[in-house]
């Protein structure tokens, strides 16, 4: 599609600066000029400070708008889930929950990274589902639990209070093709596969039940900070 051209509604018309990932993802990573740092390992990019998330003319004002609802609706639960947190264990239940919006503001994740040109999101690839999520997505039909389906949970142990956002990675979860990253103190996994049906009785799927469960997972920093060490030597080498 050419540049004019609305990457969701397929319109030909000006396109806005929209956000690849939700600016409240990274709100807590900002400092106290509203600067945070990117990394990658990518080798002609260099770590270097941003003062607004990461943007790209993708879409048009109506469909940004759109998404932004999706955003707005999301943030307000997850800051909810936030407060809960701090008295629970073990995980948080919600009840109450508009699972079709909060459906609609999951899948707008991956296929967000999929059109973005950013290095960032270039390990998202969803091949031949992009188009029937962007129909999902422009429909505002959020489908089915097990159709791109997908699970949050809330980190624990590290620490860092939401501070730290990690790329998406592609993975496998029992053959299935799935893509995880880490935003806002927590870890958000998608499957991405024609046959996640057959995972509907053990994966929990955002919207299969009743109330959302957030379960907490402990991380030890140690060994992030060593895996992330080794994944962007050029970040932390010493002189």
């Known amino acids: 599609m050419s540049s004019d051209v609305c990457q969701l509604c397929g319109e030909e018309t000006k396109l806005v600066n929209s956000h690849v990932f939700p600016e409240f993802f990274l709100e807590d990573t900002y400092d106290e000029s509203h600067r945070f740092i990117s990394v990658t390992s990518h080798p002609l990019q260099k770590p270097r400070p941003l ?76 091949g031949q589902h992009a188009e029937s999520l962007g129909v999902m997505l422009e429909n505002q039909d959020p489908g089915q639990p097990h159709q791109f389906g997908f699970a949050l949970a809330k980190v624990v142990g590290l620490e860092l209070h939401g501070t730290m956002v990690i790329a998406p990675m592609a993975a496998k979860y029992k053959g299935h093709r799935a893509y995880r990253f880490m935003a806002r103190g927590y870890d958000w996994a998608f499957v991405v596969s024609s046959t996640a049906d057959q995972l509907k009785e053990e994966f929990p799927f955002v919207g299969s039940h009743q109330s959302l469960h957030i379960p907490f997972v402990p991380h030890d920093k ?7 060490r080794r994944a962007f030597p050029r970040a932390f080498r010493t002189e």
């Not at 140690?222 to 992330?228: G, Q, W």
């Open 51 to 126: 003062q607004r998330g990461y943007t790209e003319r993708l879409l048009c004002s109506a469909c940004d708008g759109q998404l932004g609802q999706y955003e707005s609706y999301a943030a307000r639960l997850l800051r909810r889930a936030d407060t809960e947190a701090a008295a629970a264990q073990g995980g948080v239940e919600l009840t109450g929950v508009d699972f079709t919006t909060f459906r609609l503001f999951g899948l707008s994740l991956p296929w967000r990274a999929h059109i973005a040109r950013g290095h960032m999101f270039g390990a998202v690839n969803l």
């Open 222 to 228: 140690r060994r992030l900070f060593a895996s992330i």
